[in-house]
């Protein structure tokens, strides 16, 4: 349990672990249930979706306020980076967390993301980076790339 009381459902453990696995997904999107009481898994990448499809999910994420106004939304995801080193000294894999909490992102919502975000992390096991991201800049793939692999991509 998080800081927050909310819980992590076990779908999200379990679509984790096939993303690395078996690499059925090459991300995966989780989100607060409309009660604010759990996080669940919001969508699934397969393996042949590229980059700025996952990054438009996220960009476009929207979350509604107890009054009822929906504005953007902060998310949680991984995504399965696949690069290849500088100097070819070959590939690497790396499973990246990203929390999403954007700028313009309500108050009480960017609140809740942060102080649930221990419980997810710590449910998924292998995570090999992470990254705070507030705006669209911050996830341009060169970005998340150079982040990744500490600049040797």
Known sequence: MSQSGVQVDPDCISDFNDL?????????????????KTIVVEDKGSPS???????????NATTKSKSGAVGKGPRYAVY???????????????ITFIAWSPDDAGIQAKMVYASSKEALKRSLNGLAAELQANDADDIEYDSVLKHVSKGKA
């Open 80 to 94: 399965d980076f696949d690069y290849q080193l500088s100097g070819g000294e070959g590939s690497r894999s790396k």
């Open 20 to 36: 690395k696995l078996s690499k059925k997904y090459k991300y995966i999107v989780y989100k607060l249930s409309d009660d604010n």
């Open 49 to 59: 979706d590229d980059y700025d499809s996952f990054r438009d999910k996220l960009i």
